[in-house]
Antibody, heavy 119, light 108 residues
């Protein structure tokens, strides 16, 4: 079955960087894009963008450019989200997700990675 | 960007009741590109409905979705204890693929 397994929680100081991983299994990795979604504590979801796993081309939503970088390592079927120059307001749970086979709705989700930015 | 406004923000109901949640878009969204998710505390979201009205795999038939254009609804015909959670709509028609702010369904 389709599984997306994310890396564990991170505690970082302001100004540091973090790299969150999302390892996919149970399907052909190149067939589906990987999406990234942010959820700040007690808040709703923000769509951050996605990476085309076939071409490696990222598409970042407005507000998630510059410091937010999507990348891949197809040899280990893993997508990455790197955030640099971390700020307190980046504290959130970051989810990777994949669309359904027959719809762009996000039918498969990772378990989420909590990134806490605090001095 | 397309703003999705969900109402009400919070609902307090009892098991066995029927509930309808609303999701209104600031511009027209193709029905093919409207989804509903359920999120329980500390968990990742779960897809309930895609294409405005199609149930995802394993979703009980007490959940149904409808609507078109700018107005969409999620109906739960008879609430079970496990249905008390937060519900979100999302549109995929126009980038960025925005979410509503959620409706918190709590036990009365």
């Amino acid at each position: 079955q389709v599984q997306l397994v994310q890396s564990g929680s991170e505690l970082k100081k302001p100004g540091a960087s973090v790299k969150v991983s999302c390892q996919a299994s149970g399907y052909t990795f190149n067939d589906f894009a990987i999406y990234w979604v942010r959820q700040a504590p007690g808040q709703g979801f923000e769509w951050m963008g996605y990476i085309n796993t076939n071409t490696g081309n990222p598409s970042n939503a407005q507000g998630f450019t510059g410091r937010f970088v999507f990348s891949l390592d197809t040899s280990v079927t893993t997508a990455y989200l790197q955030i640099s120059s971390l700020k307190a307001e980046d504290t959130a749970v970051y989810y990777c997700a994949r669309e359904r086979e027959d719809s762009e709705a996000l039918g498969h989700w990772g378990q989420g990675t909590l990134v806490t930015v605090s001095s | 960007e397309t703003v999705l406004t969900q109402s009400p923000g919070t609902l307090s109901l009892s098991p066995g009741e029927r509930v309808t949640l609303s999701c209104r878009a600031s511009q027209s969204v193709s029905s093919n590109y409207l989804a509903w998710y359920q999120q329980k505390s500390g968990q990742a979201p779960r897809l309930l409905i895609y294409g405005a009205s199609s149930r995802a795999t394993g979703i009980p038939d007490r959940f149904s979705g409808s609507g078109s254009g700018t107005d969409f609804t999620l109906t739960i015909s008879r609430l079970e204890p496990e249905d008390f959670a937060v519900y979100y709509c999302q549109q995929f028609g126009i980038s960025p693929y925005t979410f509503g702010q959620g409706t918190n369904l709590e036990i009365k």
